[in-house]
């Protein structure tokens, strides 16, 4: 496609829900970022897929969340039992190669937890 | 671990002033650094880059110099303009060295408001 797409642009869930966002990443591009960002606090880096490498997963702020990369290209982001603290915009960028290459963002996720 | 710090904001200039935003950062290894930019409604797009010690990045009259001595990588711009009013994000990608994490980790931003 053009860009990185995310869907769906907006969640409102009920605090216990789960919720799976997704991203399409650019043709051909083989590392893959989701972020979050929150009011005041930046992006917080949650986890990176590269190729056909483990993912790194190291900032996943709770075993409520999970990633998963289907086919080296289609990204699901799932969160279980969703917390109002997980409210937040969820970004995903990709880049051609490793992250010295420029990341491409989508426009995002805004999850609302109520 | 890698890290970064940039200064906090909301920065508020006039239009023609100077602008800096400080950034600095800690890594092993040899990062690649990045200046990410976010206009209002819009998403994050790169500014400018640089891959190795004392290259300069720039675009749109911006500029930062990659200076390993002082482990920084602040932003300039001589004279600003209404337009460059956005969040500005700087980034480092660790690359896999010695343990690094080979990923690309941001600042928590700094807003920028330029007044005509």
């Known amino acids: 496609g053009a860009g990185v797409s995310q869907s769906p642009s907006n969640k409102v869930t009920e605090k216990g829900k789960d919720v799976e966002l997704r991203c399409d990443p650019i043709?051909?591009?083989?590392?893959l970022y989701w972020y979050r960002q929150s009011l005041g606090q930046g992006l917080e880096f949650l986890i990176y897929?590269?190729?056909?490498?483990?993912?790194?997963k190291s900032g996943l702020p709770s075993d409520r969340f999970s990633a998963e990369r289907t086919g080296g290209s289609v990204s699901t982001l799932t969160i279980q039992r969703t917390q109002q603290e997980d409210s937040a915009v969820y970004l995903c960028?990709?880049?051609?190669?490793?992250?010295?290459?420029?990341?491409?963002f989508g426009q995002g996720t805004r999850l609302t937890v109520v | 671990g890698n890290s970064v710090t940039q200064m906090e904001g909301p920065v508020t200039l006039s239009e023609e002033a100077f602008l800096t935003i400080n950034c600095t950062y800690t890594?092993?290894?040899?990062?690649?650094l990045f200046w990410y930019v976010q206009y209002p409604g819009e998403g994050l797009q790169l500014l400018l880059k640089?891959?190795?010690?004392?290259d300069k990045g720039s675009n749109k009259g911006f500029e930062a110099t990659y200076r390993k001595e002082t482990t920084s990588f602040h932003l300039e711009k001589g004279s600003v303009q209404v337009s460059d009013s956005a969040v500005y994000f700087c980034?480092?990608?660790?690359?896999?060295?010695?343990?690094?994490?080979?990923?690309?980790?941001f600042g928590k931003g700094t807003k920028l408001s330029v007044k005509p």
């Open positions: 960028a990709s880049s051609l190669y490793r992250g010295d290459t420029e990341a491409f």
């Open positions: 043709s051909g591009h083989t590392a």
């Open positions: 897929f590269q190729g056909n490498s483990a993912p790194d």
């Open positions: 890594a092993t290894g040899y990062p690649s």
């Open positions: 640089a891959t190795k010690a004392d």
């Open positions: 980034a480092l990608y660790g690359g896999n060295y010695g343990g690094s994490q080979g990923n690309l980790i």
